[in-house]
């Protein structure tokens, strides 16, 4: 059975980083052709996200890191990439 769990864990990891890097290329696209303020800060935002769960994946797969400190990573670049976005609607 745990093996299932991994398979499947790995496997949502896999699609949640697809999207993840469809939306940042979709909005470095978008900062490419408008080359406006913010569009550029959409775009850090969605990069940082984007970098927040490939990190988290790879920590947890080829470190031995506990878990709290691998989510406290991926929580710090949320927190930038939230942060991004929030400029980019201001």
Same mark, same amino acid.
């Given at each position: 059975?745990?093996?299932?769990?991994?398979?499947? +864990?790995?496997? $949502?990891?896999?699609?949640? $980083?697809?999207?993840?890097?469809?939306?940042?290329?979709? +909005?470095?696209?978008?900062?490419?052709?408008?080359?406006?303020?913010?569009?550029?800060?959409?775009?850090?935002?969605?990069?940082? $996200?984007?970098?927040?769960?490939?990190?988290?994946?790879?920590? $947890?797969?080829?470190?031995?890191?506990?878990?709290?400190?691998?989510?406290?990573?991926?929580?710090?670049?949320?927190?930038?990439?939230?942060?991004?976005?929030?400029?980019?609607?201001?």
């Amino acid at each position: 059975m745990t093996g299932v769990i991994g398979s499947l +864990s790995t496997l $949502l990891a896999a699609v949640a $980083l697809a999207f993840a890097l469809g939306i940042s290329a979709v +909005s470095f696209r978008t900062f490419r052709r408008e080359r406006t303020r913010t569009h550029r800060n959409a775009f850090f935002g969605f990069l940082f $996200l984007t970098v927040g769960v490939l990190i988290e994946e790879i920590l $947890l797969v080829f470190t031995r890191l506990p878990l709290h400190n691998i989510h406290s990573v991926e929580s710090l670049l949320f927190v930038v990439g939230f942060g991004f976005l929030y400029l980019s609607l201001r």
